[in-house]
C-alpha cells in the first residue's frame, strides 16, 4: 500500500497477477484428462504386476500374510524364500507340457484364424448383395459374450442332434460325435477361430478397401488375371495387416483362459474343473495352481517365467516384419 502526502489518502498499489503460460495450460489440461487412465494403470495395472513379483518370491498363499496359530501349532507368515518357485517350476513336467500345448494350439489356431478372416474379407469385397446383413452376422460372434459363445457352440456340437453331426452325417460321417469328451481340443480349436473371425474380418475388408483400384485397372490392362493380382497387388499391400492380425492372434492366443475351461466336461468344479490335457493351456495351470492349490508364488512364478517367453517371441515376429511386411515410405526413400 502507497500513501499520498499531498492528498492524505491511501492509495493500494495491487501486485500483478501471474499469469500461467499457455503451454502450461496445455499441459495441465493433458494430465488432467489421462488422470483417470493414469490412475487406474498405476493401481490396476502397476502395482498389481509388482506384487505378483513378490508374491513369487515368498510363500505366500492367500490366507498367510500374517502369522496364525491353529490348534496349538503356530504357522509363520508370508516371508521370503527367493527364486526356489522358479527352479520348481523350471523342473516341473506340467508346466512345459502347458507351454507346449499353448504353443501348439497358436500354431494351428492363428494361420487358421487369418486364413479365415482375409478369406471372409474377400468375399465381402467381391461385391456381393447385402454387405451390411453379412458383415453384421459374421462380427457376431466376436461381439457375443464367452460364455454365451461357448454354451452356443455346445450346443452346436450336441451329441444328439447337434448342428455340427447333422452335417457331417448329412455327408455320410457319424452322426453321434461326442465332442466334448471324445474331441475337445478340435472343439476348442473350431470355437477359437470362429470366435475370433469377426474382428479379423473387419480389419482385413479396412485394408482391402485401402488399396487403390487402379493398381489392378493397370494389372487388367497388363493381362493379369485375379489370382496374379492378388499375390502381386492384393496380399504385398496387406501384410501391414497381416502383421498387426499376426500379433494381436499371439497375445489373444496366449491369454486365453476361459474358453477351454467352459468347454470342460465337468464344469460343475469351477476353476477346479477337470480341462483335458489337449486343453490344458498355460493359463488354466498357472491360475490353478493359484486359485485350486492355493500355492500363490508358485503361480506367480509360472507366469513371471511365462511372460518373457512371450515377449520374445512378439520380437521375433516384428523383427521378422523387416523381411516381408511392405513399407511404402521404405520403398519411396529407395527410390
Known amino acids: 500500500m502507497a500513501i499520498d502526502a499531498d492528498a492524505g489518502s491511501a492509495t493500494v498499489v495491487r501486485k500483478p497477477r501471474r499469469r500461467v503460460s499457455f503451454r502450461r495450460r496445455e ?14 494403470f498405476v493401481f490396476l495395472g502397476l ?82 448383395k447385402f454387405l451390411g446383413l453379412w458383415r453384421t452376422i459374421f462380427f457376431a460372434a466376436f461381439v457375443v459374450p464367452v460364455v454365451a459363445k461357448t454354451d452356443m457352440w455346445k450346443a452346436v456340437s450336441a451329441q444328439d442332434g447337434g448342428v455340427l453331426n447333422r452335417v457331417i452325417g448329412f455327408f455320410g460321417g457319424p452322426k453321434h460325435i461326442d465332442w ?19 474382428i479379423g474380418m473387419l480389419i482385413f475388408l479396412a485394408g482391402l478397401r485401402s488399396i487403390p483400384e487402379e493398381l489392378y485397372e493397370a494389372a487388367r490392362i497388363d493381362g493379369a488375371s485375379k489370382l496374379r493380382s492378388f ?29 477351454p475351461l467352459l468347454l470342460s466336461p465337468g464344469l460343475q468344479g469351477g476353476i477346479a474343473s477337470y480341462v483335458p490335457n489337449g486343453n490344458r493351456v498355460f493359463n488354466i495351470e498357472a491360475l490353478q495352481q493359484i486359485g485350486v492349490t492355493g500355492d500363490w508364488g508358485y503361480g506367480a512364478a509360472e507366469i513371471w517365467i511365462f511372460v518373457p517367453m512371450l515377449l520374445f ?18 520403398q519411396y526413400g529407395r527410390e
Not at 497387388?233 to 489373444?252: A, D, G, N, R, Y
Open 231 to 259: 499375390w502381386a497387388i492384393t496380399l504385398p499391400l496387406l501384410t501391414p495387416v497381416l502383421m498387426f492380425e499376426l500379433v494381436t492372434s499371439l497375445i489373444f492366443v496366449s491369454s486365453m483362459f476361459q474358453e
Open 47 to 128: 502395482l498389481p504386476i509388482i506384487a505378483g513379483f513378490l508374491i513369487s518370491l515368498s510363500n505366500f498363499n492367500g490366507f498367510n500374510l500374517h502369522g496364525y496359530t491353529v490348534n496349538g501349532i503356530h504357522h509363520p507368515g508370508a516371508h521370503y524364500i527367493g527364486f526356489s518357485k522358479y527352479t520348481r517350476a523350471l523342473h516341473d513336467p506340467y508346466f512345459w507340457q502347458s507351454l507346449k500345448t499353448t504353443g501348439k494350439i497358436a500354431l494351428i489356431v492363428i494361420p487358421l484364424g487369418i486364413v479365415t478372416q482375409l478369406g471372409l474379407a474377400l468375399l465381402l469385397n467381391s461385391g456381393i
Open 313 to 330: 517371441v512378439t520380437a521375433a515376429v516384428f523383427y521378422s516384419g523387416k523381411f516381408w511386411v511392405y513399407s511404402a515410405s521404405e
Open 27 to 40: 499441459a495441465l489440461a493433458f494430465y488432467g484428462f489421462i488422470s483417470p487412465w493414469l490412475l487406474g
Open 180 to 198: 466334448i469328451n471324445g474331441h475337445p481340443t478340435a472343439l476348442l480349436l473350431m470355437l477359437l477361430v470362429w470366435g475370433g473371425s469377426g
